[in-house]
């Protein structure tokens, strides 16, 4: 399995502000993709991020409102663009591996918006 | 797409009983199936997976069934403990192996 790191770990933002998240990789990873998890809830898929072009968005969610950033095997970020409370969230960065067909998970960033 | 169902949401259960959580799934093509387990301010842990080759798989403690005709699959916890607390999730992909969509999950209480 690969090991997954996500900074920061936790922020507390003002609303209308931008948080950039980053997913580091210890070892090149065929997929990456971004979840949202609200408080109580469960995952919910965002985006796909490729490498070296546009992440593929899901159902209800934007690249304006989550742009989305890969430029190498390795390494991902997610933008939450002009927060509001509503984006309060755990935010989990996955992958799957070269070697392995499993999904793994990152610790998560854990957002609050004032 | 993918629509997958899971239940109970919440399982309370003595120390040393068994647990089973149960998910149903909508596409037949399906053809992977892991659950996860997430506890308290981390991210989710791969805990056992089944493809759709076998019905059953054992892991120490931790088995998880399927029966494809019904589409559904099952998560057993024999002689459960109380670090066994957490919510767990089954998941199946939204197409091929990856990525996944989840259940609702299952908050279980293993009570000493």
Known sequence: SAVISQKPSRDICQRGTSLTIQCQVDSQVTMMFWYRQQPGQSLTLIATANQGSEATYESGFVIDKFPISRPNLTFSTLTVSNMSPEDSSIYLCSVVGVSYNEQFFGPGTRLTVL | ?112
């Not at chain 2, 053809?31 to 981390?42: A, C, H, R, V």
């Not at chain 2, 109380?82 to 199946?92: G, L």
Request: charged share 20%; aromatic share 8%; proline share 5%.
């Open chain 2, 1 to 112: 797409g993918e629509n997958v169902e899971q239940h109970p949401s919440t399982l309370s259960v003595q120390e040393g009983d068994s647990a089973v959580i149960k998910c149903t799934y909508s596409d037949s093509a399906s053809n992977y199936f892991p659950w996860y387990k997430q506890e308290l301010g981390k991210g989710p842990q791969l805990i056992i997976d089944i493809r759709s080759n076998v019905g059953e798989k054992k892991d120490q403690r931790i088995a998880v069934t399927l029966n494809k005709t019904a589409k559904h699959f099952s998560l057993h916890i024999t002689e459960t403990q109380p670090e066994d607390s957490a919510v767990y999730f089954c998941a199946a992909p939204y197409s091929g192996n990856t990525p996944l969509v989840f259940g609702k999950g299952t908050r279980l209480s293993v009570i000493a």
